[in-house]
């Protein structure tokens, strides 16, 4: 992955987790990441990631727009998508949802059968056209 478009430009992606605890509250988790205009469903989420602390045997759902599109597995190390990560990311909202401790592939299977349920397979939300053009270059990945 490159990281900024050819003529420089970012999104910007507004992103928070929930809260795992009384004393996880203090502080607001939610914050503003600057993103490459074009950049992957699975590169974008990989950066936002980044940004939280989401402990080593945790679990939590991610969603784009209000769709949940992968399942972050802490404990195995991995990435579990809902969706092609190939995908073109074109969302602002970014929400990563907490299932403690529990199993990512059945955290999985349960949002894929919910989604299915309710409106068919699970799909990303998509923005504005200008959101996905434009070839990537080098510079900074996610600022904020």
């Not at 939610?30 to 990631?49: D, F, K, N, R």
């Not at 403690?100 to 309710?118: G, N």
Request: aromatic share 4%; net charge negative; proline share 6%.
């Amino acid at each position: 992955m490159s990281d900024a478009s050819a003529d420089g430009g970012f999104i910007s992606v507004a992103a928070d987790r929930d809260s795992v605890s009384m004393g996880d509250d203090v502080d607001s988790h939610a914050t503003t990441i600057l993103l490459p205009q074009v950049v992957t469903l699975g590169e974008a989420i990989a950066l936002i990631a980044l940004e939280f602390s989401l402990g080593s045997n945790t679990t939590w759902s991610v969603e784009v727009d209000g769709a949940t599109v992968a399942v972050e597995a802490r404990q195995i190390q991995d990435r579990l998508f809902l969706v092609d990560p190939e995908t073109p990311f074109t969302g602002s909202n970014v929400h990563f949802r907490y299932h403690m401790q529990r199993d990512a592939h059945e955290v999985k299977a349960e949002l894929s059968r919910a989604a299915t349920l309710s409106s068919g397979p699970a799909s990303v939300p998509s923005r504005s056209p200008e959101r996905a053009a434009g070839p990537l270059t080098s510079g900074p990945a996610a600022l904020g």
